[in-house]
């Protein structure tokens, strides 16, 4: 009995001493069940449950309540649901991050409903300002608008009422799509901007009959606004800390970002190394080819294996956005037919960014709006893809956006495993208008075609494009099973996804976009313990109810990072 004894005290200070070294407890007890719960878990084998039990960051069972509180030990924390929903912590496959941070700390448009309330919102903020502060906005969007206002140069307003406000202080502002800028006299006389100031190619200074430049920059244009715009540079850590509390208060566990320079990726993983990110974050490198040459060995190199903090993926748009009338279409706008948008970025140097993918182990991931910009985009990966000898699907290369397709493209996106991120809310947000653009034939012909995408096996993946639109994934959530436009009515009603659809491109699918879905994306034993707890159930209440649901409890790793107030 004593020798007995004496092995067993041996054999449980040999187990607590290696599980000392694996960071566990010798004690094999869940450290968290929740019980009770409308779990919709995405994982086939077992698509619901009640219950799940999590220990060290890791998802190590999941079932009936009976089956699972039974696991429980004296550490165990058991917590109840009391019935609601739980899913895998969604994933936003497109947005971006250091835009979401950072709208916080500047004048937020987004969904102003006139223009003159922006002017009221710079007003307000040049008081605030010393003369020669640089004042800096995003979001506006003149579809927002209820009234027109006073002077336009076509469907644009003129800068005339913005300069009048802020006669000593330059203005920026980034329109809701990222694809124009508005600036005020003050700003373009600092830059030297006048009537004489040619079209840089790829864009256009919105201009009065006499040249004068009005205001708006559209497209590429807006580089010329860069120097000065460059100088407002927040504080990196805040902006993380900022984007990280609203991604994980909206159920946000991993964030997709869709595009950031070099020295920002650098910064952030400063921040990152100082203060570990409590949100999973997969960045997109975009900037100048020769800057990436140069750092994406190092920042490869530096992060790989970090659960918390990858790149993942190299980013170039092709074309420009509908509302700009930057898309690039195959045929005229119907509204405009004057033009079929336009071409952003020179073919060669997205080919350039695809061989730098190919040489790193990176996805493409090319923005294309128009179903021009799309067909290039297939084109130029299929062309690399043949080049290289390289089989398209391991790639899992992406065309962030894909809203207008030809219907002979949409094969090709499965051909090629090409994933299409595509956001939800964008449909029903641009659905009002875009018939009249792009004519109701075409609309219903290729216009955000999740059905028609789904039923030639195109994995979709959701996300927001925020700060373009809110973060709030019940937005997209919403949108993808509705299609319902603020107006009432319905964006071709035929192309909504299912419930079960719309979470897995949120979740699973969403993980795969990002070569995470054996880790990440659904509630399966051995994956991370990414989940949130819902106030509301959208997997089965009445849709009118979905856009107001929100998180109760956010849980990344196993840690809980958000609890609702
Ligand atoms: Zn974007």
């Avoid at 930057?326 to 336009?342: I, V």
Wanted: charged share 20%; with cysteine.
């Amino acid at each position: 009995m004593k020798y007995l004894s004496v092995i067993k005290t041996l054999l449980l200070a040999a187990l607590s001493g290696l599980f000392f070294f694996t960071g566990c407890s010798s004690d094999q007890s869940p450290d968290l069940i929740i019980t009770n719960a409308h779990i919709v878990t995405v994982d086939e084998s077992l698509p619901e449950a009640e219950a799940i039990a999590l220990r060290d960051g890791i998802i190590i069972a999941v079932g009936d309540a009976a089956t699972i509180e039974a696991m429980a030990g004296r550490r165990t924390e058991v917590k109840d649901a009391q019935g609601r929903l739980i899913t895998p912590g969604f994933i936003d496959a497109h947005a971006h991050f250091w835009g979401v941070g950072s709208l916080r700390l500047q004048l937020d448009l987004l969904g102003k409903p006139s223009w003159q309330s922006i002017v009221d919102a710079v007003a307000a903020a040049v008081d605030q300002a010393e003369p020669g502060d640089l004042i800096v906005g995003r979001g506006w969007h003149q579809n927002d608008w209820h009234e027109a206002p006073a002077r336009m140069v076509g469907d644009l307003p003129h800068h005339e009422k913005l300069s009048a406000v802020s006669p000593q202080n330059p203005v920026i502002l980034t329109h809701a799509s990222g694809h124009m800028t508005f600036a005020n006299a003050y700003a373009m006389a600092q830059l030297g901007i006048t009537a004489e100031t040619p079209d840089p190619a790829g864009g256009e200074i919105v201009r009065e009959l006499n040249g004068s430049p009005a205001g708006p920059f559209r497209q590429r244009a807006s580089n010329l606004l860069a120097p000065l715009r460059n100088t407002w540079e927040p504080d990196m850590a805040q902006v993380v800390r900022m984007a990280e509390r609203e991604a994980l208060s909206l159920g946000i566990t991993t964030f997709g970002d869709a595009g950031t320079p070099v020295h920002h990726i650098r910064e952030m993983m400063r921040v990152h190394e100082q203060d570990p990110l409590q949100v999973r974050l997969h960045l997109m490198v975009r900037d100048r080819t020769d800057v990436m040459t140069e750092a994406l060995p190092e920042l490869a190199g530096a992060i790989a294996g970090d659960p918390y903090f990858r790149v993942s993926g190299i980013k170039r748009a092709i074309d420009g956005a509908l509302g700009t009338h930057g898309a690039w279409m195959l045929e005229p706008y119907a509204d405009n037919p004057g033009t079929a948008g336009f071409n952003t970025t020179p073919l060669e140097t997205i080919r350039e960014a695809g061989e730098l993918a190919l040489e790193h182990g990176l996805q493409l991931a090319v923005h294309a709006i128009g179903d021009r910009g799309n067909r290039e985009a297939l084109d130029l990966y299929e062309a690399l893809f043949e080049e290289h000898g390289v089989y398209g699907p391991y790639l899992r290369w992406r065309i962030e956006h894909a809203q207008n397709l030809h219907p002979d493209d949409v094969p090709r996106f499965r051909e090629l495993g090409v994933v299409a991120a595509m956001q939800g809310v964008h449909a029903t947000s641009d659905g009002p208008w875009v018939a009249r653009r792009i004519s109701e034939a075409r609309a219903q012909r290729g216009a955000y075609i999740w059905r028609t995408l789904l039923e030639n096996d195109v994995v979709i993946i959701n996300g927001t494009d925020a700060p373009v639109e809110r973060l709030n994934p019940m937005h997209s959530f919403h949108s993808s099973v509705t299609r319902l436009m603020p107006t009432g009515d319905i964006f071709f009603g035929e192309q909504v996804m299912t419930r079960e659809e719309a979470l897995r491109s949120y979740t699973l699918d969403s993980a795969y976009g990002i070569f995470r879905e054996n880790d990440l994306g659904s509630l399966t034993p051995g994956k991370f313990a990414d989940l949130v707890i819902w106030s509301g159930d959208f997997m089965r209440d009445d849709t009118d109810t979905i856009r107001d649901i929100l998180p109760l409890t956010t849980i990344v790793g196993g840690r809980v990072v958000y609890t609702a107030p």
